[in-house]
């Protein structure tokens, strides 16, 4: 990320920043089949980065269910209308919106709710020693209490 803007963090919660598509494939994975033939030379992408509300689910079968909240859609629609105005500002001709996608996952067996301070699970001899322990996604921004829209990532 070679620029991050902090400006609507605490008050909408979310930051703007550069994203990179990684050309060929990352658009395509980005933008579906309309992306893959984007010139890479002659696209800009801006992203915006939310720490999501706690949602979703791991099943048994290790299928998950990870839902888009209300709260969620609404600082992302939020954080896409002002990247739009800044494209624009900026004499972008042609606009398009990515897929939603995730990173810095977290929070799926939380300490305190699937796994003790010692990391073990109700099944004994059973421990989980990874990011899923952690009781939020990491990344920033990184906490669902600073302003009036604060949550995604």
Do not use: W
């Amino acid at each position: 990320m070679t620029f991050v803007d902090l400006e609507f963090h605490k008050s909408k919660g979310f930051l703007l920043s550069t994203a990179s598509s990684n050309g060929g494939l990352g658009k395509y994975v980005s933008y579906g089949l309309k992306g893959f033939f984007l010139p890479d030379k002659r696209t800009l992408a801006i992203m915006t980065k939310i720490v999501e509300e706690p949602a979703g689910r791991v099943y048994p079968d290790g299928s998950i269910s990870k839902p888009i909240t209300v709260q969620d859609r609404s600082r992302l629609n939020a954080g896409s209308a002002i990247s739009k105005e800044i494209m624009k500002k900026a004499g972008a001709k042609k606009f398009g919106v990515s897929y939603i996608s995730g990173a810095h996952p977290g929070g799926t067996a939380a300490i305190g709710e699937i796994v003790d301070k010692d990391l073990q699970t109700k099944i004994s001899g059973l421990f989980i020693a990874d990011g899923s322990v952690l009781p939020v996604a990491q990344g920033f921004p990184n906490t669902h209490d600073s302003g009036s829209g604060q949550a995604s990532g």
